[in-house]
């Protein structure tokens, strides 16, 4: 059987259904992955929801950008995968499915020892992340500041910083504290006092801020500790980018990410996949649901309540 998570006009996470769908066959230029787990994302939720605008829906869509699985066919033009491949999709649409076609580009190696959810959780997150933090130019002795360190983004963000020798100051809610101090990071709450409470934290000067929280209150305490604005970035707030002077990938920026941007978005998935073999870098995984379950499984991740990762377990 093969099924997936379809919605036909913007809305509530009510708008998404779960249906029973033919079997796909490999394209002759590309594979099918039937899926071992299923990452969610708030874009995913944004996209549904319509808030971050898209194409017309003119057919029905499937959320979802991460998932990790195993070849199930093979088309005629492929020559690198064969059935039984294990892999995490990379840049793929649609894969709130138990089967999703993917093109050879789309797919990236998993390493036996990296588990299925996991692998399905770093994608957009880690991808974003060391992205970001390459392009701001974080170094060994940087002191870095990351907003909504706790989030998926930020937590893969403080890995990837402290692997490069940064120095990270990173803010949270109070329940996450003790997991970014374990990270590595000097962790921070976020709310009244925020700039205060960032100075005192701070070792020194911060030399670059990557925001993946997008408040004012983030902003404005950015603007106040870092006075070269191409040294700050957002993955949030990417509309307000250019009248804040400010640095945006994706997150609402008109422009799109540039080719190296793109690149080093596309190489963090087998960085980070090895990192993780080495055990240098974690995922916190958080709920777990069954695909039908998709809309309550996108509550949960725009609740603000949940703590870790959420997959969706496309064999429930
Ligand atoms: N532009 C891109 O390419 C791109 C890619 C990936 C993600 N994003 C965006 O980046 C954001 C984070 O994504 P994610 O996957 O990390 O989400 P997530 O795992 O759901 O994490 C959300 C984070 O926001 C924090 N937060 C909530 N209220 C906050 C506040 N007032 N101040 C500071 N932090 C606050 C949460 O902290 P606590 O849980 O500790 O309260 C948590 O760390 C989302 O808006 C997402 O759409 C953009």
Redesign the pocket.
Known sequence: MSAQVQYSEFGGPEVLSYVEVPMPSAPADGVVVETRAVGV???DS?LRSGARASSPLTAPRVPGSDASGVVVAVGAGVTDWVTGDQVVLRGAHGTYATHVIASAAQLVRKPAGVGWDEAAAIG??AS?AYQALRTLGVEVGSVVLI????????QAAIQFARNWGATVVA???E??QARMGELGAIPVE?GPGLLQNIRAAAPGPIDIVLD????D??LEASFALVADRSKIGT??V?ARAAELGIQA???GNPLPLTAEEQALRAEAYGVTLELMELGDFEVEIGARYPLSAAAEAQRA?MS?E??G?IILDPSA
């Open positions: 994302n708030p874009i944004k957009v997150p974003t907003h909504a360190g706790s989030g998926a983004v930020g803010t949270g809610g329940r996450n976020y993946a929280a997008g408040t209150e983030a993955v949030v990417g990938w994706a997150g991740s603000g949940h703590r990762k």
